[in-house]
C-alpha cells in the first residue's frame, strides 16, 4: 500500500522538529517532507505587513511542495495565512492553514475568545479567520486579542524563557475574561505543555496538535 504524502511549508526551521514528532505520534504511516523559508517571515516582519511579492512566494513554495508528488500541504505559519488562502484555488492538492482546524475548535467552545499573539501581523490574521469561521458557522463571537509584544524576538534569539514568561502571563491575564483561549502561531505552543493546572482555567487550544488530529480524520 502507498502512503499518502504529506508537504509542509514553514516560515521557521525551528518548527520542523515538533511537526516531525506530532506526525510520528499521530501520522506514523504518512510520508512527510518539509520545505521551509524563513525570509518570508523576516520581510512580514520588516514591512509590518503581507505584501503581494510576499504572498507570491508563499504561493510559489506551495505549488513546489505540490510538484514534489505532495498529496496533501499544510502551511504552518499563521502570518502568512491570507497567502495561503489565495493558493487553494490554484493548487491541484488541498491545502491547508495551520490555524485552520483550532479556529473551527474555538467557535464551538464558547462565545467570548482570547487571541494571544508574539507578532502583530499574526493576530490580526488569526482573529480574522475566527471571525469569518463563526460566521461560516452560524455563531456570533467576542473577541479579546493580546499581543505579547517582544516575545517573538526572544524565541528568535534563543531566549525560550522570555517568551515563555511572557505568554504564560497573557495565558492568565485573559483566562478570567474569556471561555477559550487560541494561541495564535505553532511556536507557542510549548507553552502549553508547561502550565500547571491552576493555569488552565479556561481551555487553550494550540494550532499544530489539533492541525495534525484533523489531517489524520482526513489520511
Known sequence: MAY??????????????????????????????HITDDSLIKDVIERNAL?????????????????AGADYILVTC???????????????VPVLRVDQPMADHAVKMGGHIGVIATLPTTLAPTADLIRRRAAAAGVSVEITERLCEGAFQAWITG?????????????????????VIALAQASMARVVERLDDSDRQVPILASPPLAIDYLKTIL
Not at 167 to 172: P, R, S, Y
Open 4 to 33: 499518502k504524502k504529506l508537504g509542509m511549508v514553514h516560515t521557521s526551521a525551528a518548527l520542523v522538529p515538533m511537526f516531525e514528532q506530532l506526525c510520528q505520534k499521530i501520522l506514523p504511516e504518512i510520508d512527510l517532507f
Open 78 to 92: 499563521s502570518s502568512i495565512g491570507p497567502a495561503v488562502e489565495a493558493a487553494i484555488p490554484l493548487i491541484g
Open 159 to 179: 531566549d525560550t524563557e522570555k517568551h515563555d514568561a511572557m505568554v504564560q502571563a497573557a495565558l492568565k491575564e485573559l483566562a478570567g475574561q474569556t471561555d
Open 51 to 67: 505584501t503581494p511579492a510576499t504572498s507570491r512566494r508563499v504561493v510559489e513554495h506551495i505549488a513546489s511542495a505540490e510538484s
